[in-house]
């Protein structure tokens, strides 16, 4: 196990605290994307299920910041380092999934505006639901 000296390289706890805003950041979009989807018109059950694992995801990662606290307490660089790659695999998988659903959502809608013989672009949607 590497172990680093806290008193050469302390990692600030802002970092951690900076980590929990962004989580907390990052629920209240979800609720908000969630908000407005309620009011949009044919959206497939399927994102709200999405939406909800997105939760469950930041709950994990809450964790795991918790834990990388107690790591950085006590030096150990190899789990520091695994824990920030895990942290940020997960929001890395919560930002790909959320633009597959922005992708998907703007088709469905481009599919609806030509059915009424509308033309609106991929923007105005995205300003639309965002």
Do not use: W
């Amino acid at each position: 196990m590497v172990h680093m000296q806290n008193e050469s390289h302390n990692v600030p706890a802002s970092i951690v605290e900076r980590l929990f805003r962004s989580f907390t950041d990052l629920e209240s979009a979800i609720r908000g994307a969630r908000e407005t989807l309620k009011h949009k018109e044919d959206v497939p059950s399927h994102v709200f299920e999405r939406l909800d694992s997105y939760d469950q995801i930041i709950a994990r990662q809450r964790g795991l910041a918790r834990d990388l606290e107690d790591h950085i307490a006590g030096g150990d660089m190899m789990e520091i380092s695994r824990h920030v790659m895990i942290i940020n695999s997960l929001s890395g998988m919560i930002i790909d999934d959320a633009k597959q659903i922005l992708s998907s959502l703007s088709s469905l809608e481009a599919n609806v505006y030509a059915d009424e013989g509308r033309d609106d672009s991929h923007a105005e949607f995205m300003k639309k639901i965002c």
